[in-house]
């Protein structure tokens, strides 16, 4: 359907379509030649932006509809300004989706991504946008930077603070000890640890003949703990990702969703075997479980059916973000990468190539 015929099912006014679509309208011609030019921040704006107007577009179609409903208005038609802006919404959406399009299809990579059932222009510009494949060697960085590494944990401010006290004790100076064991027992690179101190500004140039020595504050140490070590947009858009291989595991093109059923399955024999009885004791520690019904499986040494569901879920996320890696890796540098730890070193042989993988030119 396109937007003026939306419009008109929607009975929007010509006054209001003159003043509102056609701008927007012109705009799109203009999308599309622009849109291959777009940078990585501009593309991540686009990501963003384009999901704030989906939401937008649902509320006012709702709103919409909610006015023809007989039960909360009998006889009712929604006002031209309701149809407006629905229609308007929608169309942005739209355009957004269509310069996203036009910069996934800009590499090879993005084509890749677009070959696959359940992942469309905006989810393949996001992963696009975010990942820098010069920033992770291995797949390894993506799963950590995207929140779903387990062994990288939020400590928050009140986390961090005691990390702090505990490893510094009352005093006020910081050395270059603190650090490195503070970075080992948050889980981080010291390197990394170190920048995103120094970026907290609380760092203070000290009195000695070295002019490149730094004192590092108690303050910028905690506000630098308790960042966030993820991408939160980049974690959102992960979650999407296995929300939309579920979704289309009964597709007859779909890859994706049948192997997250096939771990699902998997899952829950290990589950019912009794081998997940130290994942569910970890749960009770880690998580103030309220519901008795919830609690009661956990403390029984089993994990829930949602748990296991989010695992798979999880899981085939995983795997296709490795596939991402190993697709835009070989793109970028012309060869495949390194083989993950567990096939070069321990000697692991299954391995699940990426699908559409190379790509079929016309």
């Not at 108690?218 to 703990?225: E, F, T």
């Given at each position: 359907?396109?937007?003026?015929?939306?419009?008109?099912?929607?009975?929007?006014?010509?006054?209001?379509?003159?003043?509102?679509?056609?701008?927007?309208?012109?705009?799109?011609?203009?999308?599309?030649?622009?849109?291959?030019?777009?940078?990585?921040?501009?593309?991540?704006?686009?990501?963003?932006?384009?999901?704030?107007?989906?939401?937008?577009?649902?509320?006012?179609?709702?709103?919409?509809?909610?006015?023809?409903?007989?039960?909360?208005?009998?006889?009712?038609?929604?006002?031209?300004?309701?149809?407006?802006?629905?229609?308007?919404?929608?169309?942005?959406?739209?355009?957004?989706?269509?310069?996203?399009?036009?910069?996934?299809?800009?590499?090879?990579?993005?084509?890749?991504?677009?070959?696959?059932?359940?992942?469309?222009?905006?989810?393949?510009?996001?992963?696009?946008?975010?990942?820098?494949?010069?920033?992770?060697?291995?797949?390894?960085?993506?799963?950590?930077?995207?929140?779903?590494?387990?062994?990288?944990?939020?400590?928050?401010?009140?986390?961090?603070?005691?990390?702090?006290?505990?490893?510094?004790?009352?005093?006020?100076?910081?050395?270059?000890?603190?650090?490195?064991?503070?970075?080992?027992?948050?889980?981080?690179?010291?390197?990394?640890?170190?920048?995103?101190?120094?970026?907290?500004?609380?760092?203070e140039w000290n009195d000695s003949?070295?002019?490149?020595?730094?004192?590092?504050?108690?303050?910028?140490?905690?506000?630098?703990?308790?960042?966030?070590?993820?991408?939160?947009?980049?974690?959102?858009?992960?979650?999407?990702?296995?929300?939309?291989?579920?979704?289309?595991?009964?597709?007859?093109?779909?890859?994706?969703?049948?192997?997250?059923?096939?771990?699902?399955?998997?899952?829950?024999?290990?589950?019912?075997?009794?081998?997940?009885?130290?994942?569910?004791?970890?749960?009770?520690?880690?998580?103030?479980?309220?519901?008795?019904?919830v609690r009661e499986v956990y403390?029984?040494?089993?994990?829930?059916?949602?748990?296991?569901?989010?695992?798979?879920?999880?899981?085939?996320?995983?795997?296709?973000?490795?596939?991402?890696?190993?697709?835009?890796?070989?793109?970028?540098?012309?060869?495949?990468?390194?083989?993950?730890?567990?096939?070069?070193?321990?000697?692991?042989?299954?391995?699940?190539?990426?699908?559409?993988?190379?790509?079929?030119?016309?």
């Amino acid at each position: 359907m396109t937007t003026l015929d939306y419009a008109d099912e929607l009975e929007v006014s010509s006054e209001l379509l003159e003043i509102g679509l056609d701008p927007l309208v012109r705009l799109s011609r203009d999308l599309k030649r622009a849109a291959i030019e777009l940078g990585d921040d501009e593309a991540r704006y686009l990501v963003d932006y384009y999901y704030t107007w989906q939401e937008a577009r649902k509320r006012a179609v709702n709103m919409a509809r909610s006015f023809r409903d007989e039960e909360i208005a009998p006889g009712n038609e929604p006002h031209a300004i309701i149809n407006w802006l629905a229609t308007n919404t929608d169309s942005m959406e739209k355009l957004i989706k269509g310069a996203l399009d036009v910069y996934a299809d800009s590499k090879d990579n993005g084509v890749w991504c677009k070959s696959i059932t359940g992942i469309g222009p905006v989810i393949t510009a996001g992963l696009m946008a975010h990942i820098d494949i010069t920033k992770a060697p291995t797949v390894g960085h993506i799963w950590r930077f995207a929140g779903l590494d387990p062994s990288s944990s939020w400590l928050g401010r009140e986390g961090a603070t005691k990390l702090v006290s505990d490893v510094v004790g009352r005093g006020t100076t910081i050395t270059n000890e603190h650090v490195e064991q503070l970075a080992r027992l948050s889980n981080r690179k010291v390197a990394n640890l170190r920048n995103q101190i120094l970026q907290m500004g609380g760092s203070e140039w000290n009195d000695s003949d070295d002019d490149n020595a730094v004192v590092i504050t108690r303050a910028s140490v905690i506000k630098a703990l308790a960042k966030r070590p993820w991408n939160a947009e980049l974690k959102t858009l992960c979650w999407k990702i296995g929300e939309s291989f579920v979704k289309f595991q009964n597709h007859p093109n779909d890859f994706y969703g049948k192997l997250y059923v096939s771990r699902k399955a998997y899952e829950h024999e290990r589950n019912n075997n009794g081998q997940y009885a130290q994942r569910a004791a970890q749960k009770l520690i880690d998580t103030n479980i309220r519901k008795r019904e919830v609690r009661e499986v956990y403390e029984s040494g089993m994990l829930t059916d949602g748990h296991i569901h989010s695992s798979a879920k999880r899981w085939v996320t995983k795997l296709f973000l490795a596939h991402f890696h190993h697709v835009t890796y070989e793109t970028y540098y012309g060869e495949e990468p390194p083989k993950p730890y567990v096939l070069d070193r321990l000697g692991h042989v299954h391995v699940i190539a990426p699908p559409n993988w190379p790509l079929e030119l016309d």
